[in-house]
């Protein structure tokens, strides 16, 4: 049995893989995980799904980070070895985990018949209340819409992390959310929103960034404090890439670093829009240290919030019409 699944969430995305195992009987010594992006791994994984149990039990074999399913070429070792899966009538689980699905690509025409694909992404904007209703109505315990948005407007806009949150608040022997009980058990979010400005801007997401500069500017967030976590952000990236490319393995950069293994999963998103290093380096040294950073005066902070967001915005749009020629 062979399935692709892809979500935004590693909650939704467990889940799903943990359904499929009881489904199928398959006990925790016949799960074997690879990373695509650890060199030789595929092949391991490929090989383990080959191979004989002993005791002929079914294996479950998961290959993360199996972006090779969106390339626009066709690997010809991968191709014969699923075609190989194809052929052989083997009782084993594949599951490929992407972090995008491209169904265009070759590989998903040309097996989109022989894989089973499950994609369920994490609720949306406009669903997260219903969701939260729900998490908490099933454990029978009540909510009412005002601490809803409370625990909204402490969350993270990580799903990941809500959900961790929500479990906090419902192992406790409570049969209602109050006020209070969100306040004492939930970590406190809100700020997590200056993580987020590298990240949006690293995506030159122009939308985004402008929604979350307006929200920094209606709280009277420092520059200075948006600034240091702009250029953390990009400073980060910019060392990931390079590790990358002097062949370290996700997993060795992670024990070098002690660096958050998602946030550098995020990073791998990145590295197609700023393929170009030198216009990498361009938009940090220019436009962020230079231009944001040393060059927009904190005297008005009226006057250089209104100038940071123009000369941001304006480098984003600049940039993004660059790269994407």
């Not at 690879?34 to 092949?43: H, R």
């Not at 599951?95 to 994490?122: G, W």
């Not at 969100?182 to 997401?205: P, W």
């Amino acid at each position: 049995m062979l399935f692709i699944i892809k979500s935004d969430s590693f909650s939704i995305r467990k889940k799903i893989i943990n359904k499929l195992i009881q489904k199928n009987q398959i006990s925790t010594d016949d799960i074997f995980s690879f990373d695509y992006e650890e060199k030789n791994k595929l092949n391991e994984a490929f090989s383990e799904f080959f191979s004989f149990d002993i005791f002929n039990n079914k294996k479950c074999i998961i290959v993360n980070n199996a972006n090779f399913i969106n390339f626009s070429k066709m690997d010809k070792n991968i191709n014969k070895k699923v075609n190989l899966i194809k052929d052989k009538n083997i009782n084993n689980i594949l599951i490929l985990i992407p972090n995008k699905i491209n169904k265009s690509s070759r590989f998903l025409k040309k097996y989109n018949v022989d894989f089973n694909i499950l994609e369920k992404d994490s609720p949306s904007k406009n669903q997260i209340e219903k969701f939260i209703f729900d998490f908490f109505d099933n454990k029978s315990i009540r909510i009412n819409k005002k601490n809803i948005k409370n625990i909204l407007n402490k969350s993270s806009d990580n799903f990941d992390i809500l959900l961790n949150e929500l479990n906090k608040i419902s192992i406790l022997n409570i049969s209602e959310v109050t006020e209070k009980i969100v306040e004492e058990t939930m970590f406190d979010f809100s700020r997590e929103r200056l993580y987020k400005i590298s990240d949006y801007v690293l995506n030159l997401d122009i939308e985004k960034t402008n929604r979350i500069l307006k929200q920094f500017k209606s709280e009277g967030e420092s520059i200075y404090l948006i600034n240091e976590f702009l250029l953390k952000g990009f400073s980060k990236f910019m060392r990931y890439k390079i590790l990358l490319k002097k062949g370290f393995s996700k997993n060795e950069i992670l024990k070098m670093t002690g660096w958050n293994y998602w946030e550098i999963s995020n990073f791998d998103n990145k590295i197609s829009i700023w393929k170009d290093d030198h216009l990498l380096k361009e938009f940090f040294y220019e436009v962020v240290l230079d231009k944001c950073f040393f060059n927009i005066g904190l005297n008005n902070y009226e006057l250089s919030m209104n100038s940071f967001e123009k000369v941001l915005i304006s480098n984003m749009l600049i940039y993004k019409n660059t790269l994407n020629k």
